[in-house]
Each structure stands twice: as structure tokens, then as C-alpha cells.
């Protein structure tokens, strides 16, 4: 199963592999740079995606834009979706889970790799 990162920062996306895979994670890791990108990787490879990291600030199309689409199409709204984001205030988290009230996870950037790690391991096992 795949690990999907959606962020438009390419340093935030390789700390984020970096984390993974020193941790031991074998999952094939996919990328893209902002949500409408995301969409196009999530349909090309849904069957396969076992968990989305996803950020909430990004160009194009954000994180909540992502996930108002995603939670509407059945093949995809059962994918774990994690926001990771700069975005931490309890608002924020109020309204990624209004958007989504199935959101696997939520964690604040900066964050400690142990952090996204205990995140991201019940969906990759």
C-alpha cells in the first residue's frame, strides 16, 4: 500500500519521507505539490493509497478544498486522511473535522518526527 503526501513545500515532503522511512516504514511514498495535483495521483492510484498527508495551506487548491471533494466520492472518502499543517489552532482543527468528521489524525507542523510517526502507523500496517 501507498503512503500519499500533499504539500506544496518540497522541504516539508522530504522531512516527512525522511521520518518514515528512518522509522522503518517500507510503504511506497507518492507526492504532490498542492490538492488538484493530489486528486489526479488519488485517482490514478486509489486502490492503493492506504493514508493521505495533507497539508492545509497549499496554491492551486488547499487542504479543506481537497478533503470537500474527496469526502464526497465514495471510492476514496474511506482513505485515512491526516492533515499535517502549520494551521494548529483548535478553530482550525474544528473546522478540518467539520469538513471531514472521519479525519484519521492532525498534526501540527512543526512537529516531532515520534509525532507523525504514532500518527501515520495504525493505517500503514
Sequence with gaps: MKILIIDDSLMDRKLMMGALKKSGVQNEILEAQ???????????????????????????????????????????????????????SDENKKQARSVNPNLAGYVVKPYKPDELISTVDPFIK
Design 34 to 88: 498542492n490538492g488538484e495535483e493530489g486528486l489526479q495521483v488519488l485517482v490514478n492510484n486509489r486502490k492503493e493509497i492506504c493514508v493521505i498527508l495533507l497539508d492545509w495551506q497549499m496554491p492551486v487548491m488547499n487542504g479543506l478544498e481537497f478533503m470537500e471533494g474527496v469526502v464526497k466520492v465514495p471510492e476514496v472518502s474511506s482513505i485515512p486522511i491526516i492533515m499535517v499543517t502549520a494551521s494548529g
